[in-house]
Structures are given as C-alpha cells and as structure tokens.
C-alpha cells in the first residue's frame, strides 16, 4: 500500500482505517458507507491527502485540502 495513490474501500462494513497509515503518496481516499467511527486514525493518513470522502447516513462529506 506505500505508493498507492487512490483508494476506494467504501461500502465494505468496516470499523477502522488501521493499515492505511503507511500509504504515503495516498492522495484520495473514499470511506463512505463504512462503520467507521472514530477518525482518530485519520490523523496519521491526512499528511498526502487532497480529497478525502465520507458518507454516512446524514448525507455526503467531501474534504479537499
């Protein structure tokens, strides 16, 4: 996963982003629809990120750096 540059794991039921955090050039990542809750681990995936999408039952979040 350290050159990954695009990642989609939405709609897979997860509850963690554990094992991303050595995705360096990871630039776009889409969480949607998981059952992620507590981005806590996002703080150590963020430094390469520019678009970061995060759906939940409220609707969709889209964060671009």
Do not use: P, W
Not at 27 to 32: F, G, I, Y
């Amino acid at each position: 996963l350290e050159k990954l540059h695009y990642f989609d794991i939405s709609h897979n039921r997860l509850s963690s982003l554990c094992g991303l955090q050595n995705s360096l050039y990871l630039n776009t990542l889409n969480v949607s629809f998981n059952n992620i809750v507590d981005l806590k681990e996002i703080k150590y995936i963020i430094k390469g990120l520019i678009v970061l999408f995060i759906a939940m039952r409220e609707g969709l979040r889209m964060y671009v750096k």
